[in-house]
């Protein structure tokens, strides 16, 4: 962790510490003597600072890469923060490192277009990190900087040019300092000793934009002083140029012939800039965040890290294949390829060369992606040396060339929806549609865009070519340009050998494309999602008729905003018992009802309910007897009714009044319900357990873990009564007195073995073995208790005798079936009158 000097009082965890890192400009401020008086007070503050740090904390400060070298002006040069590098408080040179890497144009005209074929090459980039400008020579002036009129860093006096070198630190890490007052090179070294100190790379950094590397200080923000374009820019976004250029320090630094021993510490390189607000949220939430906008062609490698450079993508692509192609990097940074199924590796190839401009050749037994390949110029004798007619010329025609390209593509900055990118060229050519597989931000897809419609502008325009056969250097990829033709260049698509080398090639788009125009709203997906605690519904029910020995545990949750997957688990266990992937629709009671007849319409009653989300709407009745609009609803009791209901009316915003209802279903007892009371819709948002038997009548604690980023979870401790599980009420009770005098009781059985069915067949049996208990009642009193394996009990006439002291004239009596688990069930009732 390297902190900033303000926070020290905070630096207990950390294990470096900058002083000082944005007083930089202040120290080259002279004073009497040439002395710089803002150095000596670092340094003070530097022992200051480890007096209170310890020798524990590294101490360094971290300077701007124009200052950490020297201060120049004039032919003069002062080694002004030599005092502290030397000083024993400072454990290391730190540098803000923002040299530019590149100095690229647009086109092919330029001075480095001759040194890569891309500003993207590593090679190239890496050639500069100690070369280039700032190292080999500088420009003088804008003008000069126009003109590319470079000034050669040349030191004629004493020999050092390393001393105006701002890049070679190589060079500053390992001499002795020396200044020059008013030129003159002083007899008397500085305090610093060669390679006394590690260079720390305070900060090291690109925009992601256009050209980043031609000037890599510059930061995107117009209320910044260093905030603009980098020379030569469109000012595009360009999130592979910030990429490469680091990966072409990382690559130059860990090589021990760049880097010896001891000089820069590639464990104290730190890239500018991380940021704890979390992608995509930050930039999106600009409304939050003021500096959301700047993020587009900024220095921060939040969202872009996962991107890959064309070179890297078809690298792995080939790996996998199980082949080496070489690719060159080249724009757009992708952000992901879709391999859709089994395929070649040419086939996913593809579609990255075709956006990054490139074509696949064989050179020197090795597939390379070209950009471009060597520009050949063939000279009319060449081709006069032949008695044949040697160049056909083809050209497309103009109105069958696409006019505009419409790309789709999956939007990395809207959270990977598909969109379409379209380019535009003059004239009133079709429109045609291209879909590629791929990951890409909007600048990247009108960057593609704009090639494969420049591309496709150019493909009909063909040369067929006649060559001496001793021309065998010409290769499929090489560009040829022929003198008397102002067209061209003109690429190399196929070779045919005989007495004569017959060379096909097609037109190439001069220059590259370019991506302009992209000013768009962020996506909305950067919403933060706060942490939420579901409200879980659990609800004990009866068991269905296709498993009727197990009653179940139904689970509904709700959460605004939806966390993700609510898991449920076993306490206990910790096994996973239940997902629920969306929302279930829950509500409360606002208007009661009494308890009522089971499993018939009931159109007196009405229910309202309250939803917390969600919507309810009418059902025609074969619709709701079929199990539509199912809810389940507490009842005072603390048990669970589940009711039908075909009509639903929306009274106001999320209150529904619902009528034509059906009690008591599903093996559920019809109960009084008031106001306040739980609501739950079954279906869709509610899973259903089995629990078993033996585990009925238990508390069980279950741990519910809202969405992935919950790793604690939260008890729900959920009571299995016994309710649903008891045998149901039987119906249809009669009493009948006999010709012997004894009362014969019958009654029908119910079961929830066979549903809610209105047929004629006796119900299923539900437990076994079949037992009843009838309770014989004179008022209150219980006189009586019969056993009974079937539906009919006799009441024998000595048994009213011993009850009533003669024939009973009326009673009251009970019936329930007995469980062999549970016991008595629920209670039909009748009564006997004479």
């Known amino acids: 962790m390297v902190l900033h000097y303000a926070s020290i009082a905070a630096s207990a965890g950390a294990d470096a510490l900058l002083i000082g890192s ?35 904390v590294k101490l360094s400060y971290a300077a701007d890469w124009s200052e950490y070298s020297g201060y120049q002006a004039a032919g003069e040069k002062f080694f002004h923060l030599d005092p502290l590098w030397a000083s024993p408080a400072i454990d290391a040179v730190g540098i803000d490192c923002y040299m530019p890497l590149s100095d690229w144009r647009d086109g092919e005209g330029h001075l480095d277009a001759a040194l890569a074929e891309t500003a993207y090459a590593l090679d190239y980039l890496q050639g500069n990190v100690a070369g280039g400008e700032g190292f080999d020579w500088y420009y003088a002036s804008d003008a000069d900087r126009r003109a590319q009129v470079r000034t050669p860093i040349t030191d004629g006096a004493y020999g050092e040019p390393w001393v105006w070198r701002y890049k070679d630190i190589r060079a500053f890490w390992s001499q002795q300092h020396f200044d020059r007052p008013g030129g003159v090179r002083s007899a008397v070294p500085t305090a610093w000793v060669p390679g006394s100190k590690p260079i720390w790379l305070t900060e090291l950094g690109c925009g992601a934009v256009d050209k980043g590397a031609n000037q890599p200080n510059i930061f995107g923000d117009d209320k910044s002083a260093e905030g603009g374009r980098p020379y030569f820019s469109s000012g595009m976004p360009d999130g592979l140029m910030q990429r490469q250029f680091l990966r072409a320090h990382q690559q130059f630094w860990r090589d021990p012939a760049n880097n010896p021993a001891g000089m820069v510490d590639t464990d104290r390189v730190y890239l500018w800039t991380w940021d704890a607000r979390p992608f995509p949220s930050f930039p999106a939430l600009e409304e939050v965040w003021s500096d959301g906008p700047n993020h587009r062609t900024g220095h921060w490698l939040t969202g872009r890290l996962g991107g890959a450079s064309s070179d890297e993508l078809i690298g792995a692509i080939a790996a996998d294949h199980g082949i080496a192609v070489e690719a060159a990097p080249a724009a757009p940074l992708i952000g992901g390829v879709l391999v859709r199924g089994p395929g070649t590796a040419r086939e996913a190839i593809e579609p990255v060369l075709e956006i990054t401009g490139q074509k696949l050749m064989a050179r020197n037994g090795t597939l390379v992606g070209l950009v471009r390949g060597a520009v050949v110029t063939l000279e009319h004798d060449l081709l006069a040396e032949l008695d044949a007619p040697v160049v056909t010329r083809r050209r ?66 063909r040369v067929e070519l006649a060559l001496p056969p001793n021309r065998v250097a010409l290769e499929p990829g090489d560009r040829i340009a022929l003198p008397e033709l102002a067209e061209g260049p003109f690429e190399v698509t196929e070779i045919r050998d005989g007495a004569v080398r017959r060379v096909s090639a097609t037109a190439v788009a001069r220059g590259d494309a370019v991506a302009t125009g992209v000013d768009r709203p962020r996506g909305g997906g950067g919403v933060p999602m706060p942490a939420v605690v579901p409200v879980l519904v659990a609800t004990h029910l009866p068991p269905l008729p296709d498993d009727p020995n197990k009653t179940r545990l139904v689970l509904g949750a709700f959460a605004k905003p939806w966390p993700g997957p609510v898991r449920v688990t076993d306490e206990v266990t910790g096994a996973t018992l239940a997902g629920l992937a969306r929302p279930a629709v829950i509500g409360t009671v606002v208007a009661g ?43 005072d009791g603390g048990g669970w009714e589940v009711i039908g209901f075909a009509d639903a009316e929306l009274i106001s915003a999320g209150r529904y009044r619902l009528t034509r209802l059906l009690r008591g279903l599903q093996g559920s007892q019809t109960a009084a319900i008031s106001g306040g009371r739980r609501v739950m819709v079954l279906g869709a948002g509610t899973v259903s357990l089995p629990v078993e038997a033996h ?8 741990r519910v873990f809202a969405g992935a980023a919950d790793m604690a979870g939260r008890p729900l401790v959920v009571d299995l009564d016994p309710g649903p599980a008891l045998p149901l009420a039987p119906v249809h009770l009669a009493a009948e007195r006999q010709a012997d005098g004894s009362v014969l009781l019958r009654w029908m059985r119910r079961s929830r073995a066979n549903g809610d069915g209105w047929g004629v067949a006796e119900p299923g049996q539900e437990s076994g073995p079949e037992t009843w208990r009838v309770d014989i009642y004179d008022g209150v009193t219980l006189k009586r208790t019969i056993t009974t394996a079937e539906n009919v009990a006799s009441y024998l006439v000595a048994d009213q005798l011993a009850d009533f002291a003669g024939p009973a004239v009326a009673f009251d009596f009970a019936v329930a079936q007995v ?12 009564r006997f009158n004479g």
């Open 593 to 635: 009802i009494g308890a009522g007849l089971e499993a018939v319409w009931d159109l007196a009653s009405v229910l309202e309910v309250q939803l917390r989300s969600g919507h309810l709407a009418d059902v025609k009745e074969a619709a709701a007897l079929a199990g539509s609009n199912r809810l389940a609803v507490e009842t």
């Open 396 to 461: 497309g025609d103009g109105a069958e060339k696409a006019g505009r390209l419409g790309l789709g593509y999956f939007d990395r900055e809207r959270d990977y929806l598909t969109a379409t990118a379209t380019a535009l060229r003059p004239g009133n050519g079709p429109l045609q549609s291209q879909s590629l597989p791929m990951v890409l931000d909007g600048a990247g897809a009108r960057l593609a865009a704009e090639r494969l419609l420049d591309a496709k502008g150019v493909a009909g325009d």
């Open 819 to 830: 469980s062999p688990v549970l016991g008595a069930g629920y209670w039909g009732r009748g």
């Open 22 to 56: 944005e007083m930089r400009g202040l120290t080259t401020v002279r004073g009497a003597g040439n002395t710089f008086p803002f150095v000596d007070a670092l340094v003070a503050l530097a022992g200051d600072v480890r007096a209170v740090v310890g020798p524990g």
């Open 695 to 702: 585990r009925i009548g238990e508390r069980r604690t279950l």
